[in-house]
T-cell receptor, first 114, second 114 residues
Framework: KQEVTQIPAALSVPEGENLVLNCSFT??????LQWFRQDPGKGLTSLLL?????REQTSGRLNASLDKSSGRSTLYIAASQPGDSATYLC?????????????FGKGTKLSVIP | NAGVTQTPKFRVLKTGQSMTLLCAQD?????MYWYRQDPGMGLRLIHY???????AKGEVPDGYNVSRLKKQNFLLGLESAAPSQTSVYFC?????????????FGPGTRLTVL
């Protein structure tokens, strides 16, 4: 069974710092990996989707990388801002049977201190 | 373009009562999903649909039923609510499955069963 782990569970950084969030998964047979942002009491906002054949995706100050063979992904946030404070979730779509079901990590709660 | 919407936003039920959660999307997506989010458990898939008139079970389907009579709507029903169903429920949709199946989420419904 696919398991997704995000470490650390919480992270606090001063404004302006560059930071990296980590995501690992146990089964490398995936179609894609998706990073989401969740604000308190809100839904999930899709940030980046990386296909299994891709190594990275970029959107503004965000850069996500994928190393499928080692079961790892990182989300890099450049020049962090207080508005980046949220919980970040990663999720993988398994390839083959069950390709509809995202398996989520439990998230990293990020606090950016002004 | 409203994306994915959910009604209601909040609901309190007594044990044994029934209710239906409505999800609507205006992106002409084929695939729709219902998840629940619980502290320490992450998001788990309840049921999903790969097209109008079709539904299938996810990871935690017991106690729930679904229907997809129209492409844009996906209903989640609780026939006899139990306290264990206290959770935040999210609906999501995607244009396709597999590698290009980026999922878009609604704002959630917070359900409390007393």
């Amino acid at each position: 069974k696919q398991e997704v782990t995000q470490i650390p569970a919480a992270l606090s950084v001063p404004e302006g710092e560059n930071l990296v969030l980590n995501c690992s998964f146990t089964d490398s047979a995936i179609y894609n990996l998706q990073w989401f942002r969740q604000d308190p009491g809100k839904g999930l906002t899709s940030l980046l989707l990386i296909q299994s054949s891709q190594r990275e995706q970029t959107s503004g100050r965000l850069n996500a990388s994928l190393d499928k063979s080692s079961g790892r992904s990182t989300l890099y946030i450049a020049a962090s801002q207080p508005g980046d404070s949220a919980t970040y979730l990663c999720a993988v779509t398994p390839s083959g049977a069950g390709s509809y079901q995202l398996t989520f990590g439990k998230g990293t709660k990020l606090s950016v201190i002004p | 373009n409203a994306g994915v919407t959910q009604t209601p936003k909040f609901r309190v039920l007594k044990t044994g009562q029934s209710m239906t959660l409505l999800c609507a999307q205006d992106m002409n997506h084929e695939y729709m999903y219902w998840y629940r989010q619980d502290p320490g458990m992450g998001l788990r898939l309840i049921h999903y649909s790969v097209g109008e008139g079709t539904t299938a079970k996810g990871e935690v389907p017991d106690g729930y039923n679904v229907s997809r009579l129209k492409k844009q709507n996906f209903l989640l029903g609780l026939e006899s609510a139990a306290p264990s169903q206290t959770s935040v429920y999210f609906c999501a949709s995607s244009l396709s499955s597999g590698g290009w199946g980026e999922q878009f989420f609604g704002p959630g419904t917070r359900l409390t069963v007393l």
